[in-house]
């Protein structure tokens, strides 16, 4: 994780700097699936209150990465199932708010996404996969400003921690990423062009790819 990325973390309020921690090791398969996680030992382990770390596994257990049972909360971890229950379900949120995004496209103001593209390619060519990966989440969840949908901006933010450490996870994956930036390039003019059916094409690949490399990075967490 980059400086800058660990500051936003350090900002965060404490059980969501909690959450943060605890969603890297379990998506990263550290807390391997069916670990029982005890109020008290976490308290120890994050130096905190038991409060936070509550505040943590309800968050926790609404991505889907842990699960509370009658004697106590459990790591679900990230099966086959599960990324594609969460890739499916970004696709479904993406595409409305690209295409509302590209709709209102000749009204806003789109600069902030080509300065992200950029920020992809100095990190590309840095070999930095931890700033690519903070510049690629905030390019795409600046579609859900652009769409003006205070809702489905609303269920993204839900969901956006859980996909901010994946994307750490599967550019990992990537010795160069470039060809990845210039992915988004493309998907950048396709909507300031305005043109719906290749912002969508676009973003569909992007996704599908982005899903199998996270299968990758997990039959390789499973099988060291």
Not at 12 to 35: C, N, S
Not at 46 to 74: H, K, M, N, Q, T
Not at 112 to 131: C, F, I, K, Q, W
């Amino acid at each position: 994780m980059d400086q800058l990325a660990v500051r936003q973390v350090r900002q965060l309020p404490l059980g969501e700097r909690v959450a943060h921690q605890l969603r890297v090791l379990i998506v990263t398969g550290q807390l391997e699936p069916g670990t029982h996680l005890v109020e008290g030992a976490l308290a120890g382990r994050f130096d905190v209150s038991r409060g936070p770390i509550r505040d943590a596994l309800r968050l926790l257990e609404a991505e889907g990465l842990v699960e509370s049972r009658r004697r106590g909360v459990y790591v679900t971890g990230l099966s086959e199932d599960d990324v594609d229950e969460l890739f499916t379900l970004r696709e479904s949120l993406e595409t409305l708010a690209l295409i509302r995004a590209v709709e209102r496209a000749g009204k806003l103001d789109t600069d902030a996404l080509d300065s992200l593209v950029t920020a992809m390619r100095e990190a590309a060519d840095r070999g930095d996969p931890a700033a690519f990966a903070q510049a690629d989440l905030a390019f795409h969840s600046a579609f859900y400003s652009l769409a003006g949908h205070r809702r489905l901006a609303a269920v993204w933010e839900q969901y956006r921690p859980v996909f901010g450490v994946i994307l750490d996870v599967t550019n990992t994956q990537d010795r160069d990423l470039h060809p990845a930036a210039e992915a988004h390039a493309d998907l950048l003019r396709a909507i300031r062009s305005r043109d719906v059916a290749e912002a969508t094409s676009l973003l569909s690949s992007h996704l599908l790819g982005a899903g199998d490399r996270l299968r990758t990075a997990l039959r390789r967490v499973t099988h060291t």
